[in-house]
């Protein structure tokens, strides 16, 4: 099978374009209270904690990588959080349990919430995460992700808000449950944004310089690949590539050395679930000294929009905005940030001096996208910044912060439409574009390139087309149609075992038939509930489908009047409903024929003056039925019933005796019926797979363990026209 997998490789840096609007989006930030913390902005119910579980914690397992040190842990603890003790419910909320919503400010019209998840629910809680916009205090639109699957790697989420005119707050609510807890589930939030996902940012001006002496870092950034290993290779040619010894990491990091054609190639072969997968080319341009960078050349970190005269120091810029909608903070208060040349200087004076956050300093202070030395540029940087703004991008004419400050109540502000600056009240909301130098001592040599590894998402729309009961092997089947060219595996068949709780029952290969059958089942006892999911080559699994469930017909006999009832066929989606049920009848199982039909508005049917040995059976017809193999497959049936005895096909009213069992090497069949003798015996594992089978076996059979393993099986016995099914049990 054809992997679906696509790798595309780029230089990149990682550049932060969270949206200022959300409290401490990528959870940088945490407050110290007491023996625990909580991040900045946000309410939990650690401050209920008497110090033994805190439900919202700090993790270093974060995402995109290089954006950021930190996301956000949420776990509940179904032992704290009954009525009276609500310290183990998971969740975490921008502001304050005290604080009514709204809670932050919105400029603009976000149009969805977007951001980077995992999870693992346990005993069907719902995970949720969700936003509600306000105007003048009333809710106007809303957006929300449920889901009870385990979510394993991180995984790119983007919640559409509905439909509103305006909006001027907001509220944020992450969930490791939706109304009570049910078990200890955990979620992990990083990287929140409004529009558009926190991602690579490609590099679209040439190539990644390196100086020789660099330290170039390698890495793979991918949506939720899991990697079994990687082999890093090297090329100066771009055709031949060779191995780099020990060159086995990720990320990796490569000390740059002269090249015979000034350019170096990286990729890397990565092995993922027995896939060994090439990823698109690394390029790398080397220059000889730092003099030999020019203006819009990609180099460490962003585009270069300045150098001195010397060409020995510069400036840097990302390609992307660090916020649209930012205050410069603290009006009223002189931070001494008076420097026209020297922005590093300015930020570390505002930080000092204002501790609102987040502020246009501290946005570029606390970007971690490989380098650390970010900040907000004077006033004559920002102005060489407008300047070549064709070289870096991204502008869009919109106005941006400087570093100087005017005085207590002012800073200067640049307009990138017509290059005016001025002196503007600090409260006012302006976009921020962090800069960073290159070539002082002290500065960091290294350059990160990346190679982005893009995992298309799992197919998510694969659904049951019917569920029904065999009538070769009397037992539930569940029926789907294969996707086409989506990259899946295998498909999962789930059983529902309790209320709302689905228990894998089985696997099937994407290049078998497109159906289940569940030799567990008791169709004649009761309706049961499926859903499926399938896994990709790099096991990934999708949400599950929404259930099917079938049919089951009892009999109720009064007189010569037999009274047929049965449930309904249900489809969770509501995308198959029966519009009518087809009752078949013959005096035997294997020679029922359709007898009658009615309205899928009724769930019985009597069928009088009947006088003889009957079997009954239900039907419903799908139009366009299921493709199986290039077989279609329209009919759906219910377990068989026999009128006047009551029993179906699996008739424990034959004495049919399977002894010795559990057994060791033979155990003898035995069939006690005068008129009829054993047809054929068929050994299948739990899973439905035959292993043995026999034929034209008499009355008594003595079944040889041969091939069978220690284990669980069931025996399938046949005769006349009737079928038994029982448990056997292979001991050593």
């Known amino acids: 099978m054809k992997t679906k997998l696509i790798f595309i490789t780029m230089l990149t840096i990682i550049c932060l374009s969270a949206n200022a609007q959300i409290p401490n989006s990528g959870f940088e930030n945490w407050t110290i209270v007491g023996g625990y913390e909580d991040p900045t902005g946000w309410g939990t119910a650690n401050s209920l904690s008497t110090g033994s579980f805190y439900a919202v914690t700090k993790s270093t397992d974060n995402y995109p990588i290089m954006v950021g040190n930190y996301s956000v842990r949420i776990e509940s603890d179904t032992a704290l959080s009954n009525h009276s003790i609500l310290s183990g419910l998971g969740l975490a909320l921008t502001g304050n349990f005290a604080q009514p919503h709204p809670v932050f400010k919105i400029i603009g019209h976000p149009t969805s919430l977007t951001g980077y998840y995992k999870c693992t629910p346990q005993n069907s809680d719902t995970i949720r995460i969700g936003i509600t916009l306000y105007l003048n205090g009333t809710a106007v639109s809303s957006g929300a992700l449920f889901t009870t699957s385990s979510v394993p790697s991180w995984t790119a989420f983007n919640i559409p808000l ?37 991602t690579p940012v490609i590099a679209s001006k040439g190539l990644c310089n390196v100086i020789v002496g660099d330290t170039a870092i390698l890495s793979v950034v991918n949506s939720g690949a899991t990697f079994d290993s990687i082999q890093w290779q090297q090329s100066t040619d771009s055709i031949i590539f ?73 400036l840097i810029a990302p390609t992307q905005d660090q916020g649209n909608g930012v205050t410069w903070g603290c009006p009223g208060t002189t931070t001494n940030a008076t420097s026209t040349t020297d922005g590093a200087t300015n930020t570390t004076k505002i930080l000092a001096a204002c501790s609102t956050r987040p502020i246009a300093a501290s946005t570029c202070d606390s970007m971690s996208v490989g380098y650390t030395d970010w900040f907000l540029p004077a006033k004559d940087q920002l102005n060489d910044l407008f300047l070549q703004q064709s070289l870096v991008g991204g502008f869009g004419g919109n106005i941006y912060q400087s570093s100087t400050e005017g005085d207590a109540n002012n800073a200067y502000i640049q307009n990138f439409f017509n290059g005016v600056m001025e002196a503007d009240p600090k409260y006012m909301n302006f976009n921020v574009r962090a800069v960073r130098s290159f070539g002082l001592a002290g500065f960091s040599n290294k350059t990160y390139c990346t190679a982005t590894v893009t995992l298309t998402p799992v197919y998510q729309n694969e659904k049951i087309c019917l569920v029904s009961v065999d009538t070769t092997t009397w037992k539930n089947k569940v029926i789907w149609e294969k996707p086409i060219n989506e990259g899946v595996a295998y498909v ?32 004649e006892s009761h309706s049961d509930k499926y859903k499926i999911s399938v896994i990709d080559s790099c096991e990934q699994e999708s ?27 249900e489809d969770e989606c509501g995308l198959f409903i029966p519009g009518k049920f087809y009752i078949f009848k013959g005096s035997n199982i294997s020679s029922m024929a359709l ?50 005895m009551g029993i179906d096909e699996l008739n424990n009213e034959y004495k049919l005796e399977i002894f010795p069992n559990p057994f060791t090497e033979y155990a003898t069949i035995s069939l006690q019926d005068n008129n009829a003798n054993i047809s054929k015996v068929i050994v299948t594992d739990i899973s439905g797979k035959e292993l043995l089978q026999f034929s034209n076996c008499s009355k008594i059979f003595l079944l040889n363990r041969g091939i069978l393993e220690e284990g669980f099986y069931f025996v399938d016995v046949f005769f006349g026209n009737q079928r038994v099914v029982k448990p056997l049990i292979v001991l050593k």
């Open 543 to 569: 949400a599950q489908s929404c259930y099917h469930k079938t049919i089951n017909l009892t009999i109720a006999v009064s007189g010569t009047t037999m009274g047929l009832n049965w449930n309904n066929y």
């Open 595 to 644: 007898y009658d039909s009615i309205s899928a508005s009724f769930l019985s049917y009597n069928d009088v003056n009947v006088n003889g040995s009957y079997y009954y059976m239900i039907g419903v017809k799908k139009t366009g039925g299921c493709n199986i193999n290039k077989s279609i497959s329209d009919m759906t049936f219910s377990n068989s019933k026999q009128n006047f």
């Open 242 to 314: 060779t191995d780099i010894p020990g060159a086995t990491s990720n990320p990796q990091s490569i000390i740059t050395t002269i090249s015979p054609t000034g350019k170096r190639y990286f990729q890397a072969n990565i092995l993922c679930i027995n896939h060994i997968i090439k990823s698109s080319v690394i390029q790398q341009k080397i220059l000889n000294s730092i003099t030999d960078v020019q203006l819009g050349d990609w180099f460490r970190g962003g585009i270069v929009f300045w150098k001195d005269s010397t060409g020995q120091k510069g």
């Open 492 to 523: 999962k068949v789930y059983k529902e075992t309790a209320i709302n709780d689905y228990s894998l029952i089985g696997t099937v290969p994407i290049n078998q038939p497109s159906y289940f059958i569940d030799y567990s089942s008791q169709p």
């Open 162 to 198: 509905s439909t509103y005119t305006s909006a001027d707050s907001g509220h944020i609510f992450l969930g490791s449950y939706y109304t009570i807890p049910q078990g200890n589930s955990v979620l992990y939030v990083d990287n929140l944004n409004f529009d558009t996902l926190i």
